[in-house]
């Protein structure tokens, strides 16, 4: 899809972040956009700023983890703009920080209902519509660095992105099979500056306990020193454009994929490497001490 100017585009998430600077980005394509996220305040906020740029856009409300929302959005796309040629399924949040064992049953479902659910919700609505179209399309799911490589302490974020990744690598196969003018990315950030860490996306830990604390600063620092979305998304549709599948937008982060399927190969444990690993434990407070 090298000229996107005309182009229908959805993007989910689109209120803030990511997800926001996607929708600019697209509207410097020349594309009509359809905004959604959950937050509807911001959402029209976010709804005025493209606009204003003199983007055809319009912005729906929607909950990305239940079929029905997407089913709303689906006939509000329709009804502005006739059809749909690119999906973005951007939505996601972290959780909190704790152990695997400690991790709450809505913190899992939670992470599993937008993170996972929420992109195969999309693909279920919106592909048999490109499809029946004919024309060419694009699908692209936002995964993560994290669907490649694990870190300690977010083990709902990363089994939900390590499922998008296996998710849009197995629909690439599908779509090839099946002769489709689909394409599809599998976008892999690295930390980006977002809200990710703020809010409900977030939550709190307990304050008493200076070791999750500690994690949650170091995701917080994390986030701080990377790149920017607008980063995220240039390189995103430029992937569109090129039909480029994998895009690791942070510089580095192929490298850790690179070590994680090295220590598979040779048959090793898992290692962070002592860098990363120093981020997790704080000076005065060993883990297992």
């Known amino acids: 899809m090298k000229n996107l100017s005309g182009k229908t ?30 937050a509807d305040d911001v959402l029209q906020i976010s709804l005025t700023a493209i606009t204003e740029t003199g983007a055809d856009a319009i912005a729906v409300k929607a909950d990305v983890s239940k079929l029905e929302d997407w089913e709303k959005l689906k006939k509000n796309t329709l009804e ?53 179209s004919g024309d060419k ?4 799911n936002v995964a993560s660095v994290a669907g490649h490589v694990v870190q300690p302490f977010t083990a709902p974020y990363h089994v939900t992105k390590f499922g998008v990744t296996a998710l849009t690598e197995s629909l690439f196969h ?15 950030p690295g930390f980006t500056k977002t809200n990710i860490l703020s809010g409900e996306n977030l939550p709190s830990v307990d304050e008493d306990d200076e070791q999750m604390k500690h994690i949650r600063t170091a995701f917080t620092g994390g986030v701080e020193g990377g790149i920017s979305a607008d980063a995220v998304a240039e390189q995103t549709v430029q992937a569109i454009k090129d039909n480029r599948f994998y895009v690791f937008t942070s510089p580095g982060t192929i490298d850790y994929a690179e070590k994680r399927f090295n220590h598979i190969v040779r048959g090793e444990q898992p290692d962070l490497g002592e860098a990363l690993r120093s981020r997790f434990v704080p000076e005065k407070t060993k883990i297992g001490e």
């Open 174 to 188: 599908e779509l090839d099979i099946l002769g489709s003018n689909i394409g599809v990315t599998l976008v892999c």
């Open 137 to 140: 399309g694009h699908i692209v």
């Open 80 to 132: 502005a703009f006739g059809s749909i040629d690119v999906l973005i399924n951007n939505a996601g949040i972290l959780g909190v920080p704790a152990t695997s064992w400690e991790q709450r049953q809505k913190d899992w479902d939670l992470a599993l209902g937008v993170n996972l659910h929420g992109v195969i919700n999309g693909i279920r609505t919106f592909i048999p519509l490109m499809r029946e």
């Open 9 to 38: 585009a959805v993007i989910t998430g689109a209120a803030q972040g990511i997800g926001f600077a996607l929708a600019q980005q697209c509207a410097a394509e020349g594309m009509k956009i359809v905004m959604t996220d959950i």
